[in-house]
């Protein structure tokens, strides 16, 4: 392995640049602090955010399998 081919073998097999990895990574990452954060105040209090960690993790997966769908 060459020195520093860790930091771009999975940009290079996902077909992405740094930025766009970058983009679409913080966006997963924040769509699943808000789901986690709605998830823990739910428990809390039951009467409110009922849907909102369900509902992200049904877009989160939403999107991921179009990705998928569109890679193959």
């Given amino acids: 392995m060459k020195k520093g081919s860790f930091l771009?073998?999975?940009?290079?097999?996902?077909?992405?640049?740094y930025f766009v990895h970058f983009k679409d990574a913080f966006?997963?990452?924040?769509?699943?602090?808000?789901?986690?954060?709605?998830?823990?105040?739910?428990?809390?209090?039951?009467?409110?955010?009922t849907s909102v960690a369900s509902d992200t993790v049904k877009d989160l997966h939403k999107m991921n399998t179009k990705r998928l769908n569109k890679d193959n």
């Fill in 8 to 17: 771009t073998e999975h940009l290079r097999s996902i077909n992405k640049s």
């Fill in 27 to 49: 966006y997963y990452g924040l769509r699943l602090l808000i789901g986690g954060l709605a998830a823990i105040i739910h428990a809390i209090f039951p009467f409110i955010l």
